[in-house]
T-cell receptor, first 110, second 114 residues
Framework: QQQVKQSPQSLIVQKGGISIINCAYENTAFDYFPWYQQFPGKGPALLIA?????SEKKEGRFTISFNKSAKQFSLHIMDSQPGDSATYFCAATGFQKLVFGTGTRLLVSP | DGGITQSPKYLFRKEGQNVTLSCEQN?????MYWYRQDPGQGLRLIYY???????QKGDIAEGYSVSREKKESFPLTVTSAQKNPTAFYLC?????????????FGEGSRLTVL
């Protein structure tokens, strides 16, 4: 019940395309859903986050869509750029700790 | 610059040896965390500390030990009891002990057991 399932494991998108990463959770006690971006050899950094009382949050080219009834949320990267190539982790906060998805390795081809 | 400093960045260890990974933060955060990262498994919580002189086991604490004697420091010892210690280790901190989801991570320490 504390798991967050993330897909796909890897993703290749052409420059200018839309990257979509999906996550699903089971426990309705989760109340905060961040996305982290990690470049090779570096620690993850917070990218964007959403609370379950809103269905969408947009920051620049990055958008989180949240479906509370389906217990799913997704990250959309519009106009994907080679500099977006990184590993992306969804996460959920509950039980006083953060639970991470297994990560998606995104490669944006020039 | 405020942040989290992990050292060493790379570490090699022989089987049977204990090693200690350093984590220092100057963000004045109350809570600190240690995660282990393996390919395809995401980030798994080893230990966390919400206040000085107190810490709790995470999901994979066996074979690891920590201490929190100072607010800014949270070292992790990988003991010889850890069966598969080769991994990328990440230290993180958050403002309070109940994470809002915003963790600040260091750049990691990569441990290789020879």
């Amino acid at each position: 019940q504390q798991q967050v399932k993330q897909s796909p494991q890897s993703l290749i998108v052409q420059k200018g395309g839309i990257s979509i990463i999906n996550c699903a959770y089971e426990n309705t006690a989760f109340d905060y859903f961040p996305w982290y971006q990690q470049f090779p050899g570096k620690g993850p950094a917070l990218l964007i986050a959403i609370r379950p009382d809103v269905s969408e949050k947009k920051e620049g080219r990055f958008t989180i869509s949240f479906n509370k009834s389906a217990k799913q949320f997704s990250l959309h990267i519009m106009d994907s750029q080679p500099g977006d190539s990184a590993t992306y982790f969804c996460a959920a906060t509950g039980f006083q700790k953060l639970v991470f998805g297994t990560g998606t390795r995104l490669l944006v081809s020039p | 610059d405020g942040g989290i400093t992990q050292s060493p960045k790379y570490l090699f260890r022989k089987e049977g040896q204990n090693v200690t990974l350093s984590c220092e933060q100057n963000l004045n955060h109350d809570a600190m965390y240690w995660y282990r990262q393996d390919p395809g498994q995401g980030l798994r919580l080893i230990y966390y500390s919400q206040i000085v002189n107190d810490f709790q086991k995470g999901d994979i604490a066996e074979g690891y030990s920590v201490s929190r004697e100072k607010k800014e420091s949270f070292p992790l010892t990988v003991t010889s009891a850890q069966k598969n210690p080769t991994a990328f280790y990440l230290c993180a901190s958050s403002i309070t002990g109940t994470p809002s989801g915003e963790l600040f991570f260091g750049e990691g320490s990569r441990l290789t057991v020879l």
